[in-house]
């Protein structure tokens, strides 16, 4: 007898940490941006991505957003952008 195990598996991955106001609490607070992806899995091994989830979720009061993949892209060229500000400790050199 042969039994085929398949299922699927979501997977939560923080992409980055943004600062707004939130639009639930009104508190300018760290915003995680994070993916969530389900996985087909065969024997409880995950195969392949079939779905993609993106939401933002406030860490003063926990309420999530959903967001677009237009807003993902513009929360991690923002984040890009910031980074390399603050690793520059003498702007104009
Ligand atoms: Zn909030």
């Known amino acids: 007898m042969f039994f ?3 299922g699927t598996r979501p997977t939560l991955t923080l992409l980055v ?7 639930i609490c009104g508190v300018d607070a ?4 994070y993916q969530q992806a389900n996985k087909f899995t065969l024997f409880f091994l ?6 993609k989830h993106h939401y ?4 003063n009061c926990g309420g999530t ?3 677009s993949p237009q807003q ?4 991690l060229a ?8 603050s690793t520059t400790p003498y702007p104009g050199r």
Do not use: G
């Open 46 to 51: 995950p195969l392949f991505t079939f779905s």
């Open 72 to 75: 993902v892209d513009h929360a």
């Open 56 to 59: 933002n979720q406030c860490t």
């Open 17 to 23: 940490v943004v600062r707004f106001v939130c639009p």
């Open 30 to 33: 760290p915003q995680h941006v």
């Open 65 to 67: 957003t959903d967001l």
């Open 78 to 85: 923002w984040s890009a952008n910031h980074a390399n500000n």
């Open 4 to 6: 085929l195990l398949f």
